[in-house]
Structures are given as structure tokens and as C-alpha cells.
């Protein structure tokens, strides 16, 4: 089955700790990646997407992540985190398949502790 | 320019209860969503629409209805309403120009179903 796995729950951080969260999915195909955002009490935002190019790709607020084919994985990374960082982070999926559905992790709870 | 909006932003019904969840977007999208987010389970896509007067089912559709019949609004509704869909419901939307790309979210809606 096709599916998208984040496989840390909750990261607690000190301020200036870097961060890497993990990204793995399970679509054989050709694939859009996507990094999102929660803030409490607030919306998704987009962090980053992937598409194709250059593997790196840079976001908003400092991220970036790296598309890694053969381990089929889209990991998200900050040098140094910040205590506005205290987010949820979701990576999402979406295929060539004609509508743009997105399929979500389910989500990295990020704690920075100032 | 307000984006994404939902109303309402919280209710509580009772099982058995029905409402309709409204969603409307001032950017002239064409492709809208529905989605429920749930502890530990990320989002998951309800039904979507790719166009005024079209509708199509997600992933989780069961016990939700939904309309598209302005290009601007995606209504969700909930005929009889179960405590197993007590969530938080977001909604989302996207350019046809930018078909595969990002998804606009609004701030969502929490449903408590006692």
C-alpha cells in the first residue's frame, strides 16, 4: 500500500540544536514532495516542495530538504532551530495521477526549548 | 485577500446530528479539498473537487456528503453524525495552473461529536 512515514513522533530541542526530521514513502512512481507546517492554533503553510532538479531545496525560515531517490525518503533539515520553531511538521506526497491529492504523514510534533 | 476561510471555526453536535462545514477560497482555484486531521493519523483526504459542479471521494469518505456549486465553495456535510468523527477539518485549495503544486489551507474547523 502506498503510504507516507514519519518516524519521529516528538523531537524536543534545545535552541540552536540542528534538526533533522524524517521523511520515507512508499510510491514506486514519479512523485511531488512536500514539507508543510503547523504552528499551534494555525493553519498548514508550505515549508518546501520538491519537484525535480537539484535534490537540495531550500524553504522558507532557514529549512531545507534533500530528496534521496533510493531510499525514497525527503528528510527535513535546520542547522539551527529556533523557539519560534515549536511546530508540527507534516511531509506530504502527491503522484502524477491527474488530481492534486496530496497523501500526509502523520506529522512530527518539534518542541524547542529556549 | 483572505485566502482560505471555514466556517464555523468549533461545534459540538450531538450523535446524529447533521451540519454542513463551509469553505471558500477568493483565489479563483479550481481544485478544492476536504480533509480531517486526527491525533496520530496526519490528514486524511475526505472528497475533493476538480471544478464547479464536480466531486470526487478521497481516502475517508464514508458519512460525508459534498457540494462544489460555485466554483468558490466546497460545502461538507455530515447527514448523522458520529462520535467517530469528532476531528479537526481543514480545507484546502489549488490553481489548475498549478495542478501537482501547492495546496492553500484554511485555518480549520473543530467538530466535537458527543
Known amino acids: 500500500a502506498q503510504s507516507v512515514s514519519q518516524h519521529n513522533h516528538h523531537v524536543i530541542l534545545s535552541e540552536a540544536a540542528s534538526l533533522e526530521l524524517g521523511c520515507n514513502y512508499s510510491?514506486?512512481?514519479?512523485?511531488?514532495l512536500f514539507w508543510y507546517v503547523q504552528y499551534p492554533g494555525q493553519h498548514l503553510q508550505l515549508l518546501l516542495k520538491y519537484f525535480s532538479g537539484d535534490p537540495l531545496v531550500k524553504g522558507i525560515k532557514g529549512f531545507e530538504a534533500e530528496f534521496i531517490k533510493s531510499k525514497f525518503s525527503f528528510n527535513l533539515r535546520k542547522p539551527s532551530v529556533q523557539w519560534s520553531d515549536t511546530a508540527e511538521y507534516f511531509c506530504?506526497?502527491?503522484?502524477?495521477?491527474?488530481?492534486?491529492?496530496?497523501?500526509f504523514g502523520t506529522g512530527t510534533r518539534l518542541t524547542v526549548i529556549p | 485577500n483572505a485566502g482560505v476561510t471555514q466556517t464555523p471555526k468549533f461545534r459540538v453536535l450531538k450523535t446524529g446530528q447533521s451540519m454542513t462545514l463551509l469553505c471558500a477560497q477568493d483565489?479563483?482555484?479550481?481544485?478544492m479539498y476536504w480533509y480531517r486531521q486526527d491525533p496520530g493519523m496526519g490528514l486524511r483526504l475526505i472528497h475533493y473537487s476538480v471544478g464547479e459542479g464536480t466531486t470526487a471521494k478521497g481516502e475517508v469518505p464514508d458519512g460525508y456528503n459534498v457540494s462544489r456549486l460555485k466554483k468558490q465553495n466546497f460545502l461538507l456535510g455530515l447527514e448523522s453524525a458520529a462520535p467517530s468523527q469528532t476531528s479537526v477539518y481543514f480545507c484546502?485549495?489549488?490553481?489548475?495552473?498549478?495542478?501537482?503544486?501547492?495546496?492553500?489551507f484554511g485555518p480549520g474547523t473543530r467538530l466535537l461529536v458527543l
Open positions: 483565489m479563483n482555484h479550481e481544485y
Open positions: 506530504a506526497v502527491n503522484l502524477y495521477t491527474g488530481a492534486n491529492n496530496l497523501f
Open positions: 510510491y514506486g512512481g514519479t512523485v511531488n
Open positions: 484546502a485549495s489549488s490553481s489548475e495552473r498549478e495542478v501537482r503544486e501547492t495546496q492553500y
